[in-house]
């Protein structure tokens, strides 16, 4: 199952990482930041990659090497990202990665690209933990818009309850460990992550 329409990637890194007490997109692993890694990942398979981003990280010297999509929304979380990629063009898919993903493989995203479903809104993963949908590793297709919309109009801003109730393609994923995300500095423990300096 594959998309009719062009898929654009977009690395969400415009969160204020309460948990962390750092910058989560400028972690280091092997030498190379979180955001690097995340866009270097969805470039090698997708044509445009942007990294969503609020307006007072827009300027730092980390975002500004990438072309931005800079949130329009407020107090929507993940989905202020979402949104405004869908605003900057609406009629392509958009592959959402989270840039807190240290585990996640070149092989878990050529699996999701190929087994989008055009018969749905989404194509996501599921969880490992407990089945339910990862909405920070998917494909949101053009019509999954009217769907977020009708979810925020009442009040619903998570991402994970949009796909559970919408009409959702899940997969199991290819490496079970890829989506594991990191929070927290206890979150960091053995993964050779560190925290910038």
């Not at 010297?61 to 869908?86: C, H, K, T, W």
């Not at 194509?123 to 933990?129: D, E, N």
Request: aromatic letters at 4%; hydrophobic letters at 40%; a negative charge.
């Amino acid at each position: 199952m594959t998309v009719p329409e062009t898929v654009w990637g977009l690395v969400l890194a415009g969160g204020k990482s309460r948990r962390m007490g750092s910058d989560k997109a400028s972690l280091t692993q092997g030498g190379e930041t979180q955001l690097d890694r995340s866009m270097k990942l969805l470039d090698a398979h997708l044509d445009r990659v942007f990294v969503s981003t609020s307006q007072d990280q827009a300027d730092d010297p980390l975002r500004r090497n990438f072309e931005q999509i800079v949130d329009a929304y407020e107090d929507l979380g993940p989905l202020a990202g979402i949104l405004s990629a869908m605003d900057k063009n609406p009629q392509v898919s958009w592959l959402v990665l989270a840039c807190d993903l240290p585990n996640v493989d070149d092989a878990t995203i050529a699996f999701l690209l190929d087994n989008a479903s055009a018969e749905h809104a989404a194509t996501a993963f599921r969880s490992v933990h407990d089945e339910l949908p990862e909405p920070l590793c998917a494909i949101f297709r053009p019509e999954c818009r009217v769907i977020i919309d009708r979810f925020v109009q009442e009040g619903a801003n998570c991402p994970r309850k949009i796909l559970i109730n919408s009409p959702t393609h899940l997969l199991d994923q290819p490496n079970p460990g890829a989506l594991h995300n990191i929070n927290s500095p206890e979150d960091l423990a053995g993964t050779g992550i560190e925290l910038s300096s």
